[in-house]
């Protein structure tokens, strides 16, 4: 591998890493959980994963990346030769790549809304709005295949530009504006919504703790979250990992991540709760708390629609530097495999997400109900997209803690993660042992969902994933030649 593919900057791992983390996740999915769950309960668990689960994982992932120094799928198969492995663990660089190519897809289309948001705050659209009215902007932009798309084609362009122009002028010039921009608006919105909203009713919510509200499926669903927030078996962080310098420490770099990825989500959560009290609306609004609670929220208050039409510039710009983060990967692959150039690789990638996404535009309007895709898959094309993301995720962080844990020579581990050899004792039994269990957990979770025809299709995975498990932890192949 050339020097060039090497990020400049010792510490640009960590920026990288950090926007791909930063996303979604924090400024909509972790609140709205977090509202549907009963506050601080799901977040003990939350925070209990990230851990015990997340933080090995995070670890080994980005182990896998920087010692391979290819992407996650031509990367997977150089360690499996190296190690004397079964090839069969190759699969979770293609599982990645297919993760990051599922989630893109709709990523994008949700993300768009927030270039709607921008667009309506900033011109005042909603100041002074009712509670109906803001609700039914939002309906009629889920009702609107063409505006969706739209939104959602601008998402991924400006997201494909980036990643085109490569991981020096692309990547890292990018995040070295998108980030420390994003804290900046994110403490403007926090003191905001300290001014204008009830940040002491958003403190007791999120932070008071109650075991009574800790139900199994919010245990679950904080573990999943858990992944999807830390970017967790999608490829993201082996391909971002692939540039990391040797001499940067990677579990400082790994805890680094995970903490400020909690911190936006906990700031981010403060912020948006201090506004719904504030307003007094409800908190357990599902997906809809970003996009109608808080824009509601804001179009009673004063300069709301500046403020506003910031913070959805915040949502923006977070998603961006995580969309981009799932480009890599596989327009890294592309280019190694295929000799492709850059801008070409980044452009087939993309064009077939953004195909794909398509689908999640149409299940909110034309094909919401009763199409043949409902017929076959009891569901709509978003939902199943999701779901299949929320099967592969999991399996995906299941399979690299195993790899890192038992398949890989452990001296050369050792070597490559560095620190203290007491420190390393617990990483691997975290990842032997712990992670793979609740993963395990969490994969459960999902089963209850798969239904009518996608049932043999998952028992079938999972056998022949159980059979692959046990004999590559099993055989140890002979040296490549
Ligand atoms: N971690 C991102 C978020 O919280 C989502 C993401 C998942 C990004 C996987 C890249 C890879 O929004």
Redesign the pocket.
Known sequence: MSGQNVWTHKGTFLLAAVG???????LW?FPYLTGENGGGAFILVYALTIFAVGIPILIAEIMLGRTSRQSPIMGMRHLTRTHQTSRAWESIGWLGAAS?FL?LSF?SVVAGWSLHYTWQMLTGSLAGADAETIGAGFDSLLASPWLMTLYHTLFIILSALIVGMGIHKGIESGLRIIMPALFVILLVVLGYSIVNGDIGAAAEFLFTFSLADLSLEGWLQAMGQSF?????G?G?IMAYGAYMPSDVSLTRTAFAVAFVDTAVALVAGLAIFALVFGAGLETGQGPGLMFVTIPLAFSEMPFGSLIGGVFFILVLG??IS??I??IEPVAAFLVERFDRTRPQAVAIMTLGSWALGLLTVVSFNVWSEGTLFHTLFGRSAFDFIELLTNIFMPLGGLLIALFAGWALTQSEVAKELGGSPGWFSVWRFLVRFIAPAAVAFVFLRTLPQVDGYLLPAFGALTIVLAVAIGRSLLVKQPPAA
Do not use: E, K, P, Q
């Open positions: 791909s983390a930063v996303g979604l996740g924090n999915r990051a989630i990523y999807f927030t830390l970017s967790l999608m993201a977070a998603a995580s969309s983060s799932l």
